[in-house]
């Protein structure tokens, strides 16, 4: 943040306050009092996460209502323009007839003319700006939902004075939009008419009053703008917390350094006089405050871009656009906008390895005409003058690319709105938001506790404010403690004995003799076992299962577990190479009503067998993985290159119930799948049918309104061909890119069975580039397939949907003058491969289903193809499958196999177990195995 030393005027910052509220925080307000923030409606909403609501006093930033700190809470006088949206109705003033009551007519008047007023002012401003800001989720910001009508109701008091509030904080959200606009923004007289401008000069935005913003600067740091908003009179409101002590970037919003400044400010009698003594000060006490200009132009990153090489584009690099430091960078597919930015803008590559190249737009490749103290300023911090050109007209807007250029300010003004999180949303520092607002509120808490135990472990000492409460808090913890141990042995009438708490055992991992895999030598196996250990070990069948063990390579196919990370079942694995006994599979609706906790006795037994039905299944529906898979086939197993963006916030949604079963299975069995991007691959491999979704992210795109660009889906024609030659060379001429037209290979990588299986044969190298976006640039920018989903609020995503016409269009359809009804196919149809007649294996996709449809294209590409109905392609599998049943490698599927409506109880027991949906999962959780939180026993 441009603050302290480098404030446009320093002289304009006002006095600090510090309010403790509870003995190891405190709140820090800048333009504010004490009373604005306690007495703020609501008090709660200021220190719950989970209580957040929108409406008047001092908030946390959140969109729409990212101008809500420009809100105005006073009239100034009988001529001010806002009176009627500011002023409070009392019950004198209501009109009282036949036990009801309403608002006066002249008041109803007035205050619905005003907030048309601002209304018609707030869209032409929000209109006048480039149209690449002020999006959201696609589409541009909506105001807060305004009903006039409304207040002609009549009703009871209350009701009607509800009905007054609620129109008057959506008539506010137009009127804080126009102050922020204004008061940001030059050259907004043009886009109004003269009324309009000569109403909002009457409001006088700069000089009133404002109701300020409640930040937290660890998350809020990209929405932050403390120098504007200390310029235009808006108070600032932010907790202080001990984390933030250790934190080199939050040294100059430190409450004991913002208090120095001003001290000095007070004392010093010119600018000069103030820089000088604030340089010496702040370099001997706290030389922190230098080493970032703000919160998101950093020294160090200047200095780097500073006069680097122009660089030319290479096609197997990544180029990603940051419009500021701190922000989310965008992925750029143009290769003419990416070349036009190479040419005016520092780039970087971070890593020689990663292959992306950053392109900043906040450092521009222009000379500044600096002095030689400045040089390393690419950006303008936007102090201007008042008679350079308007900021979104001229020099200071690049219509090529749609952004405004070298204007640093006006461009974190303008992507506030587009970047801001939801209400109950928080920022993680890598970019992420997180959408439960208790995930976040416990996230920011663990975070902030990691920073302090690391400081204090680094020698670090306490701030000394916060020092003598928490050694008064260890001692008198330590003290209780010494009472409570005292006291027992005084009850069991011995001073000088052993305290209460058993002996400690010797740990397991120093009993184990085999380095290798953590089992015991023969001598242990047959010494008795002495009970649990500290570690969660224990002995079954023949085999310890600690927490070495886990970490090492066990001897079972099935046994999963990379190191430090496989939390197993439930303590379920097994460890050892003696044979599995025999156990039924139990069935998932006989449960016993009532589940066990942890905590509870017979934990271990319902863990136990919880353990051995998921071995059971995992034998059924899970093909064994081999340790030495070597290297992947092209077009086999492709190595997708996934966006690290995606896989930061994507989630995957799971079809099939089956399959979603599968996917949990592997997340206890396979332990050589380490990272998501080898989770996601092994799921194209076996053919899983999901769908990959990702938040909706207010990408830029040409026209927003425009109705010729729709959803990712498409049509597509049935083949219409008079022989069988004819039809393959035109489903060939389909899949040589027309079929792939709207840039969507991902629906299809994921639909699994035959579709998966020619996009990987015919569009490889799309399948490598373009999946990894989780979903593509078409559906991002457009969102015609937005959604949202059950247990994650009011966020919207997206996600590449494939109709049913491509599906058989992929597949070959061709229609048959003869029979309509009964079409033809070049090659099997996937419902085949979930039907009786294809009853081998586990289920999955294998080597079995790959060469079969490779032999079949082989067929056709040798001229001696035929074009099948349905079911005549269950019969070419039946035969296929009589000759495939004589292989030795041929494995027959277990009778025992679920069905569908099994597969979907066992989902609902997991469940209930582990605590989590099986349906819908975000990409990092697939490779963390979760532990039961309760368990209902079999019966």
Known sequence: ??????????????????????????????????????????????????????????????????????????????????????????????????????????????ITRRARDFEEIAISLRDSAPPLFFLRDGAKVAFAPMDPSSLSLDGRPGQVLNRLEEFQTAAMDRVAFTAWFT??????????????????????????????????????????NFETWIDHRVPVYYPWTEAMHYIDRMARADPANVRAYWEMRQKAASEDDLAVEALRWFKEHDPRVFSHDNFFQSRDMRSVLINTPAQLRVPYLKYYVQACQNYRPCLSRDVDMTNRLLEGYEALRVSSDDGCIFIARWAARAPACLTQYDEEYTAELGLWDDDRDDRFLGRAYDKETGWV??????????????????????????????????????????????????????????????????????????????????????????EDARPLTPPAKIPLAERLSDEFDGEGSSSDSNAPDSGDDDDGGRRRNRAYYTARARASVGSSALSSGPAGRRGAVGSSGRRSASPVPRVALAEPRRVAPRPVEPDEEGWEAAEDALGDQLELLGSMLVEPMPRLRGVPAPGRRPRILWEPEFLDVGLIRVVNVRDRLRLFLYTLLHRYILTAEEFLDYLVERGIKFVLLVP???????????????????????????????????????LQGPVWAKTHVGAFVREGSVVNFVARHYAIGMVINQVGAGVCPETRVHAGSATRLPGLGETHFVFDEMSAEER????????????PQNTYYLLPPPALFESKEWDVGTGEWTDLEEEYLEEILNVWKSGRGEMRTKREWERHARAYLHGVKARPSFVARDPRFPSNADCAQWCKRLEDAYGFSLEVRTVQSLTEVPSPVRIKKFV
Not at 699 to 723: M, N, R, W, Y
Not at 808 to 819: E, I, K, Q
């Open 808 to 819: 058989d269009a992929v597949v070959g359809r061709v229609f048959n003058p003869l029979r």
């Open 696 to 734: 909706r992210d207010p990408i830029p795109q040409s026209d927003p309104d425009d109705p010729t660009q729709g959803p990712s889906s498409k049509t597509c024609a049935c083949i219409v061909a008079s022989d069988h030659y004819e039809a393959f060379n035109a489903w060939e001429g389909t």
């Open 1 to 110: 943040m441009v603050f302290y030393l480098l404030h446009s005027s320093p002289f304009r910052i006002p006095e600090p306050r510090v309010f403790f509220f509870r003995p190891h925080g405190k709140w820090v307000a800048i333009g504010g009092t004490y009373r604005e923030l306690r007495d703020a409606p609501r008090w709660d909403r200021l220190t719950a996460a989970c209580l957040l609501k929108a409406g008047p006093g001092p908030r946390w930033i959140c969109a729409p209502w990212i101008w809500r700190p420009y809100g105005l809470s006073t009239v100034e006088g009988p001529d001010d323009p806002l009176t009627s949206i500011i002023a409070r109705m009392d019950l004198q003033r209501l009109v009282y007839h036949d036990g009801t009551s309403r608002l006066p007519f002249d008041f109803v008047t007035e």
């Open 405 to 494: 250029t070298n204007d640093f300010l006006a461009m974190r003004e303008l992507h506030k709105v587009a970047f801001a999180p939801y209400p109950g949303e928080i920022y993680c520092l890598d970019g992420k938001r997180l959408h439960d607002r208790f995930i976040g509120a416990r996230w920011l808490r663990s975070y902030e506790e990691g920073i302090v135990n690391e400081a204090i472990q680094d020698g670090q000492e306490r701030p000394a404010d916060l020092r003598q409460h928490f050694e008064w808090e260890g001692a008198r913890e330590s003290e209780l403690l010494d009472r409570i141990e005292k006291d027992a042995r005084a009850l069991r009438g011995i």
């Open 183 to 224: 008061l940001n923004f030059k050259g907004w007289e043009r886009y109004l008419n003269d009324r309009q401008t000569e109403l909002i000069r009457c409001c006088s935005f700069a000089d009133r009053p404002k109701k300020g913003c409640l930040v937290n600067l660890i998350v809020d740091a990209p929405l932050v």
